[in-house]
């Protein structure tokens, strides 16, 4: 699926399609500690979009994707 020129302009950042296998750890909207495998959808400078991310996680929880040796957390 390719995008519009009207969105591309309205991105900070540009996209790239790539998949890595991650682990997702964060707390679930019942406030109990999640740990699952997961993977990334397209990635930027500044976070990525993962898909089979298979519980609801609370708003605003603090979320830490791990990759291999590497650690990030977002808010």
Known sequence: MQSSSAER????????RVVFPIKVRSTDTAGNYVEEIAHTLDITASGARLAAVR???KLSSEVTVVYRQRKMTFW
């Open 9 to 16: 302009t309205k991105r900070q950042q540009n996209r790239v």
């Open 55 to 57: 519980h609801e996680l």
